[in-house]
């Protein structure tokens, strides 16, 4: 068995953010949290699956908040303010804000990712140096699909993470290329569906 280089990361060390910042420019503008799947808003399906995971919650929001704050845990903008500059700007802020070593992240709009995400990655970054873990799939045709939105990262890179933001490259695979990131295989390809439009909710629908 191959040894761990770094402590054992307990669930409660990491809080789970869910992002649910953006635009939802290809949805026609809508806030894609509050959309409904088999009646209930796309982010309680997040919630339902993301809390048995972790040992916090919190989520990242710049319309709405109001709405998000009801499920009682702690709602974060972009700093200094709403700028719907992409994930990045979520993920920074949800940095600055945990109050554990780590934050796992998740977007609001895929609603069946796995229930073992926080373990699989976990695991990774105790038997590895790496910095930083993100998903990645074998599509059905042999592709290769990284996943860069379900990852989960320390809180220590909140510095970096504004420093890629100020840099004007909000790409998250720009940013983990600076870092030590670990790429972790899921089988489950269906597992990160996200819904970018209303077809795409109306298929997760079927």
């Known amino acids: 068995m191959m040894q761990a280089v770094r402590p054992r990361i307990g669930h409660e060390q990491v809080t789970g953010l869910i992002l649910a910042g953006g635009q939802g420019s290809r949805m026609g503008g809508v806030d894609k949290g509050l959309q409904a799947l088999r009646g209930r808003p796309l982010v309680e399906h997040a919630i339902e699956r993301l809390q048995p995971q972790v040992g916090a919650l919190a989520i990242s929001a710049n319309r709405n908040t109001d709405l ?6 702690p709602v974060y903008g972009d700093s200094p303010a709403p700028t719907f500059a992409g994930p990045l700007a979520g993920i920074a802020t949800g940095l600055h804000a945990a109050t554990t070593p780590w934050v796992l992240i998740v977007p609001c709009d895929a609603p069946l990712f ?15 140096a790496g910095d930083l873990a ?13 996943h860069p939105v379900f990852a989960l990262l320390p809180s220590r890179l909140a510095d970096s993470a504004n420093a ?15 870092h030590n990131a670990v790429e ?20 997760l629908e079927r």
Do not use: C, M
Request: charged residues 25%.
């Open 68 to 73: 998000y704050r009801r499920y009682g845990f």
């Open 114 to 128: 796995p229930l073992d995400l926080a373990d699989k990655l976990i695991e990774a970054l105790e038997v590895t």
């Open 134 to 146: 993100f998903a990645a799939t074998r599509e059905a045709d042999g592709t290769h699909q990284q």
């Open 184 to 203: 972790v295989s899921f089988r489950e390809t269906h597992a990160f569906y996200n819904a970018n439009t209303l077809q795409d909710l109306q298929e």
């Open 164 to 178: 890629q933001l100020a840099s004007g490259v909000r790409r998250l695979g720009a940013w983990y290329a600076h």
